[in-house]
């Protein structure tokens, strides 16, 4: 193992996590990484979104459109459950 160095200013915070890497040339180095954001969430009960990315922003940018939300309405802001629900109250308020 080489010398230990001490991390750049920019490092030194518990919002980065290290990662240990192994690099071509053999060595174990740390690169430190922004943490990723908890599950994106139901607006109504709260419950974690399946088909949303949990990701840094930078990344989730590079996604292509249909990559970072389900292609329904209100996808990636209403779980598929309260949104059939919203549906069927929206259509009963309609008829009536």
Known sequence: MGVAVMPRPAHRTRSRRKVIVRTPGGRTVIHYEPRKPGPARCAICGKPLNGVPRDIPSKIKKLA????????????YICPKCLSRLLRESIRAALQ
């Open 65 to 76: 459109k249909t990559e970072k939300r389900p292609e329904r309405p209100y996808g990636g």
